[in-house]
């Protein structure tokens, strides 16, 4: 059974990290679902609205100015520290002692790359996913941020697509996600990306869904907040 729960926590918590940052079991999953619907969501600000400059029947266009969704609680830290896979200590610690109280005394923590994306819109919806999702254990007023992530082209040349958030799609969370991505299509006057998720080409995930990672802290001198 600890099998069992730890497997579906490592999942899980590659899906928080998306933005993801996530839950690490089921329990806390259906608490999530029960007590903050997808009405919880609200519109993306004016100021972060560029899909309209971005998107092309190829997808959305790519410089090297990156975009990562976070919440306003992380700021101070990430100006600071910089980003930092898996940088969310707050909720790792919470995560660790869960894993503690179910009986999994072997849970070790997974290092996670640092979550990108090309458009404002789509890093604002994972800036509400973190502040949703940290709400279910961490006590306080967050509001969702952008923060812009300038690299130089040798950094620019490490941003890869993100391929492993095919298991983040295949979940509702997911489902909700591709939905979302869809309507920014649909009101931009494209057709929303029909993908198999198993079998697209990679940069699909990278171009038609907007979804990359970059495998290395990023320091805090390279970072913006996106204000209006």
């Known amino acids: 059974m600890c099998l069992i729960i730890h497997l579906t926590f490592c999942l899980l918590k590659l899906i928080y990290n998306r933005s993801l940052h996530y839950f690490n079991a089921t329990m806390m999953l259906a608490i999530t679902r029960n007590e903050l619907s997808d009405s919880d969501m609200t519109a993306t600000p004016d100021f972060l609205q560029d899909a309209k400059e971005l998107l092309t029947e190829q997808g959305f266009t790519t410089s090297n100015i990156w975009y990562h969704g976070t919440s306003s609680a992380l700021v101070d830290s990430i100006k600071s520290q910089g980003l930092n896979r898996s940088g969310d200590k707050q909720l790792n610690e919470a995560a660790r002692k869960t894993m503690a109280t179910i009986g999994d005394k072997t849970y070790s923590e997974t290092v996670e790359p640092v979550f990108l994306t090309q458009s404002k819109e789509l890093a604002y919806y994972w800036a509400q996913q973190t502040v949703r999702n940290r709400s279910v254990r961490i006590e306080g007023n967050e509001e969702p941020v952008v923060l812009a992530v300038t690299l130089s082209e040798d950094s620019n040349g490490s941003v890869k ?68």
Do not use: C, F, W
């Not at 697509?161 to 009101?187: C, F, N």
């Not at 995930?205 to 802290?217: Q, W």
């Open 161 to 228: 697509p993100d391929v492993g958030a095919a298991s983040l799609l295949m979940l509702k969370e997911g489902e909700h996600y591709l939905a979302t991505l869809a309507a920014i299509y649909e009101q931009n006057g494209l057709e929303a990306p029909a993908i198999d998720l198993m079998k697209a080409d990679r940069m699909d995930y990278l171009n038609k869904l907007g979804m990359a990672y970059y495998d290395a802290d990023i320091d805090a001198s390279s970072i913006e907040l996106i204000e209006g």
